[in-house]
């Protein structure tokens, strides 16, 4: 809780911690660094996320990414994106997570285990 702050509501000692903790020309500075830094970050990644893509859809069929619903900052619902790792199919109202050995999982995903000499 770095940015949190004591309150009084009503009388009663209350903590704020629903506060955006930059404002002004911090707020506009951590932006522009956080767009330069996963602007370049993404330069340099752009050749191996291209890799895992054509391997993903040469071993298995179906998309490339998996989407999934989640919850984010304040509740707002987001889309996240991965790299898919499981073949694709229609599970109904139970979802099972995976285990050792799935045979859902894609071939990509089966690295043998490896021996320490």
Same mark, same amino acid.
């Given at each position: 809780?770095?940015?949190?702050?004591?309150?009084?509501?009503?009388?009663?000692?209350? #903590?704020?911690?629903?506060?955006?903790?930059?404002?002004?020309?911090?707020?506009?500075?951590?932006?522009?660094?956080?767009?330069?830094?996963?602007?370049?970050?993404?330069?340099?990644?752009?050749?191996?996320?291209?890799?895992?893509?054509?391997?993903?859809?040469?071993?298995?069929?179906?998309?490339?990414?998996?989407?999934?619903?989640?919850?984010?900052?304040?509740?707002?619902?987001?889309?996240?994106?991965?790299?898919?790792?499981?073949?694709?199919?229609?599970?109904?109202? #139970?979802?099972?997570?995976?285990?050792?050995?799935?045979?859902? #999982?894609?071939?990509?995903?089966?690295?043998?285990?490896?021996?320490?000499?």
């Amino acid at each position: 809780m770095l940015h949190s702050r004591w309150t009084s509501i009503g009388g009663l000692p209350a #903590v704020s911690v629903f506060e955006h903790p930059f404002y002004g020309v911090d707020g506009v500075l951590k932006r522009s660094t956080d767009l330069l830094l996963a602007t370049a970050a993404l330069a340099l990644l752009a050749v191996p996320m291209l890799l895992v893509a054509v391997a993903i859809k040469l071993t298995s069929p179906g998309p490339i990414f998996f989407r999934q619903r989640r919850y984010g900052l304040d509740g707002r619902e987001i889309l996240v994106w991965k790299f898919r790792s499981m073949n694709v199919m229609e599970n109904g109202g #139970v979802v099972n997570q995976a285990t050792k050995n799935d045979p859902r #999982v894609t071939q990509t995903r089966r690295v043998p285990p490896q021996e320490f000499t």
